[in-house]
């Protein structure tokens, strides 16, 4: 079986051992998306991690740390338009953050505006307790890609998404919750993509390790009962897609 990997969603520069994860994803040829929480992050990984064939970089900042980082905020748009890959961005309404909720919208009404503009850029976007907003604000027009990463909004959210073109970035979490399933299930097959968000996940935390992938794979193809070797195929594709995209 040819056994293509990809990681849509992974915060590499956050591993302790990156040096040692970054040589393993470029021994084993998997294509991965390292998504980054703030652009002077993104900016230091740039510098100490060059671009491999298996590797590319994406600008975020994540909904959490916006009311931290104000500055970061100017940094992010100065960059926007010569980066391809965004993440992670996106809305954070759980009760933690309830408080920030003017800046996040604010903030990312804008990047989904330039972002339009520009075209051609693929989004990992952050979206929980703020699935509807977040879909809202997107809506079904727009120019290029978008990934909702770990996603846990309703079955009216998730169709929403579906009928508007977008992608959903599955993990090895999502795959062993109840609410995670039922989004599964409801997924085309070919607006699927697999993601490890480590160190974030149980299954990634402390080892980064591309088979993990393979035991996802295994239980996606039998929750929504194709074979296996069937959807490694559509996988590729899918990915293969997203990366070839220029609306």
């Known amino acids: 079986m040819n056994k293509f990997h990809f990681d849509t969603h992974v915060h590499l520069d956050l591993y302790k051992d990156s040096d040692n994860i970054i040589k393993y994803i470029n021994e084993h040829k998997s294509y991965t998306i390292a998504v980054t929480n703030l652009p002077i ?4 990984a740039k510098n100490n991690i060059p671009n491999t064939k298996y590797i590319r970089f994406a600008l975020g900042l994540h909904p959490e ?3 931290e980082f104000p500055e970061q905020i100017t940094e992010f748009f100065k960059k926007l338009k010569k980066v391809r890959y965004i ?14 909720q003017n800046l996040q919208l604010e903030f990312f009404k804008r990047c989904i505006k330039e972002c339009h503009s520009f075209g051609n850029k693929i989004l990992s976007i952050h979206s929980r307790k703020a699935a509807k907003e977040v879909i809202d604000i997107i809506g079904p027009e727009f120019n290029g890609i978008i990934i909702l990463h770990w996603f846990n909004g309703n079955q009216s959210d998730t169709r929403r998404a579906i009928n508007n073109g977008y992608y959903f970035s599955i993990n090895n979490e999502m795959i062993k919750s109840i609410n995670g399933r039922k989004i599964i299930e409801v997924i085309p097959l070919n607006r699927i993509l697999l993601e490890s968000d480590g160190p974030f996940t149980k299954t990634f935390k402390n080892k ?5 992938f393979d035991d996802l794979i295994v239980s996606i193809s039998t ?16 990915f293969k897609t997203i990366l070839e995209s220029n609306k």
């Open 87 to 100: 993440g992670e961005i996106g809305l954070d309404f759980s009760k933690e953050y309830s408080s920030y």
């Open 65 to 67: 740390l916006i009311h």
């Open 223 to 238: 929750l929504k009962q194709c074979k296996i070797e069937d959807l490694y195929k559509i996988l590729r594709n899918n």
């Open 208 to 212: 980064y390790d591309i088979k993990l």
């Open 41 to 44: 992050l993104y900016e230091k």
